[in-house]
Nanobody, 124 residues
């Protein structure tokens, strides 16, 4: 299984970015997907998750109302639309894939494959 994250970059506070994560190696539509992030000097944290069908999503409180996770099972891709970005959103963003537990997996151990990360930098 390979997960390829892309779409990171430098953006000003208040701006938007859309991250993509293209998956290959197993049937994408049968697994849950999620996004996590790790800021400099901090532990990796949950950002957003989506069930295999896309009918349920889960968000960290810090991004609720600003970020939207979605997926296109025909394209084997999960997205993270990030709006109203803040400097504290600066981090390496990782996509992950794992068994679907029905509510949107929030915990790292619920995922068995991870992408390489894409850097998002938000300037003030």
């Amino acid at each position: 299984v390979q997960l390829q994250a892309s779409g990171g970059g430098l953006v000003q506070a208040g701006g938007s970015l859309r991250l993509s994560c293209a998956a290959s190696g197993r049937t994408f539509g049968t697994y849950a997907s999620g996004w996590f992030r790790q800021a400099p000097g901090k532990e990796r944290e949950f950002v957003a998750a989506i069930t295999r069908s896309g009918d349920s999503t889960n968000y960290a409180d810090s991004v609720k109302g600003r970020f939207t996770i979605s997926r296109d099972n025909a394209k084997n891709t999960v997205y993270l639309q990030m709006n109203s970005l803040k400097p504290e959103d600066t981090a390496v963003y990782y996509c992950a894939q794992g068994p679907d537990y029905g509510l949107g997996n929030k915990r790292e151990y619920e995922y068995d494959y991870w992408g390489q990360g894409t850097l998002v930098t938000v300037s003030s």
